[in-house]
């Protein structure tokens, strides 16, 4: 859709309401393929998640069906902004106060350990990704929030062994040709690829090893079958011993113990125009992923390419289109360079994250029915991972067990998978934000 209508002009004439990474790596048509009678594992929703376990499971000799409600890749596996964090955030959380100690550990070491996981896999499944070893830097959007990350630039290079360091304001132009945060914190342990060549590519190799991957066919009910379960879609029904939800922030009413613990959250993002000569070297001079500690975060990025900036964040906490959000995410990439505003959009999407109450990912099993789900935003590498845990369980190849298997999934009352709350925590994470900067 070409839109230039009302003298916009922060459109360009190509404008679309898609994800810039769909030119490259649209998601192909659906093809509605037909459904097998009976198999080992029916596992719903195509992202990576769904996919990387599927991959796995037939690898270890089951039969899989991968059941998509939509195209493949209609999920946030093709929209999202592909940093690929290794989960490390898990070490700031103090899980221990609450988990004991050993298992906080545990859990820390696997989600650092989803970053190597997906590198591997790339390179073991020979994707061609755009995959690179870019770093992060997290701006400070306050005092307060810098010397947070001068802490936390400690715990990660422990952890890590790799450089992270805490940049002061007066060295922040090394890292973004802008003023507009407090210093940040650089982490060399973080990844870019990109998110929809990944999926096309796990998918190719996840049909290439045997599994089904079906598009087109949105499962409707999941009735006990004897020792199995009747997968009932709109296209007829299968059959399936086990079944793994990977449904994500697209979690609906087909799983309702699981919606009422995941909260789908809109993300939005815009792709500029190609940036004239010297631009993007000058506004990104490291040409690392770039997200900050406000509460309504932004996260930036330059294009593979290094032609485009892609801009992301929490354009609004109600449901808005992609349309609507893009404004408002330009405007916030001319705060952090007003040299930007003449600077045109030609892409802008949106998708779900799914956030959790207790903020961590979860893998698990209700009522026979397996799931891993809510990547607070942060899921390439660990629903990646996670995929691959649920097939290991499933397959009996673990070893040891997830640390991320079986923590107990809190809901809250009144609450059913519609996140009528989110206008109200937007207003207040606004005022937050706005506090803690006048505070500094
Ligand atoms: C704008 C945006 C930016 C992001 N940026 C980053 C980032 O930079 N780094 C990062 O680590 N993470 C990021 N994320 C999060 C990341 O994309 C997700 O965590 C990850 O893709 C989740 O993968 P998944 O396979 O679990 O779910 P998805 O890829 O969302 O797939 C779930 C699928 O389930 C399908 N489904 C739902 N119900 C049914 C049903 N009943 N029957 C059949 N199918 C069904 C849906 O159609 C959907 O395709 C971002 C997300 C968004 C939206």
């Keep these: 859709m070409a839109v230039q209508a009302n003298g916009d002009a922060i459109f360009a004439p190509e404008f679309k309401e898609a994800p810039y990474w769909w030119e490259a790596a649209a998601p192909p048509a659906t093809t509605a393929a037909p459904l097998p009678e009976r198999v080992d594992v029916a596992v719903i929703g195509g992202g990576y998640c769904g996919l990387n376990a599927a991959l796995e499971l037939v690898r270890r000799g089951a039969s899989v069906a991968v059941l998509e409600a939509e195209r493949i890749g209609f999920g946030a596996s093709s929209r999202n902004a592909g940093m690929v964090s290794g989960g490390i955030k898990l070490a700031s959380m103090n899980l221990g106060a609450t988990l004991g100690e050993d298992r906080a550990a545990q859990l820390v070491s696997e989600a650092m350990a989803s970053l190597p996981f997906v590198e591997d896999l790339l390179t073991r499944e020979k994707i061609d990704a755009d995959y690179r070893r870019a770093g ?48 940040g914190l650089v982490a060399e342990a973080f990844g870019a690829l990109h998110p929809a060549k990944y999926h096309q590519g796990l998918a190719a190799a996840t049909r290439a090893a045997g599994a089904q991957v079906i598009d087109g066919t949105r499962v409707t009910g999941l009735v006990k079958d004897g020792g199995g379960t009747r997968v009932e879609t709109a296209r007829g029904a299968l059959v399936a011993r086990e079944v793994f939800v990977a449904t994500n922030g697209y979690t609906g009413g087909l799983t309702p113990w699981m919606r009422r613990r995941v909260i789908p959250i ?8 190609e940036l004239p000569p010297g631009l993007a070297a000058r506004i990104l001079p490291t040409a690392r992923m770039i997200s900050d500690t406000k509460r309504v975060m932004a996260y930036f990025r330059l294009s593979p390419d290094g032609k485009r900036l892609l ?51 979860h893998l698990g099993r209700h009522d026979g029915i397996h799931y891993a789900l809510g990547c607070q935003g942060s899921g390439v590498a660990m629903m990646s991972y996670l995929g691959h845990q649920a097939a290991l369980k499933l397959a009996g190849g673990a070893n040891t067990a997830s640390a991320f298997d079986g923590l107990p999934f809190p809901t809250r009352p009144l609450y059913s998978g519609s996140p009528w709350f989110l206008p109200v925590v937007g207003w207040a994470y606004r005022m937050r934000d706005w506090l803690d900067r006048r505070a500094s």
């Design 266 to 273: 809109g993300s939005y993002m815009l792709a500029t125009e």
């Design 311 to 361: 801009f992301g964040g929490r354009a609004s906490f109600r449901q808005v289109t992609a349309r609507q959000a893009a404004p408002v995410l330009h405007a916030r990439m001319c705060e952090v360079w007003p040299e930007l505003s003449g600077i045109r959009i030609t892409h802008a999407w949106t998708g779900n994250v799914a956030f959790t109450f207790d903020f961590l990912p």
């Design 136 to 183: 992060r830097f997290l701006g400070a959007w306050s005092d307060t929030h810098f010397r947070g990350l001068a802490r936390q630039a400690e715990l990660y290079r422990k952890l890590t062994g790799m450089r992270a360091e805490a940049i002061p304001r007066e060295r922040q132009r090394e890292e973004v040709g802008s003023d507009f945060y407090r210093g």
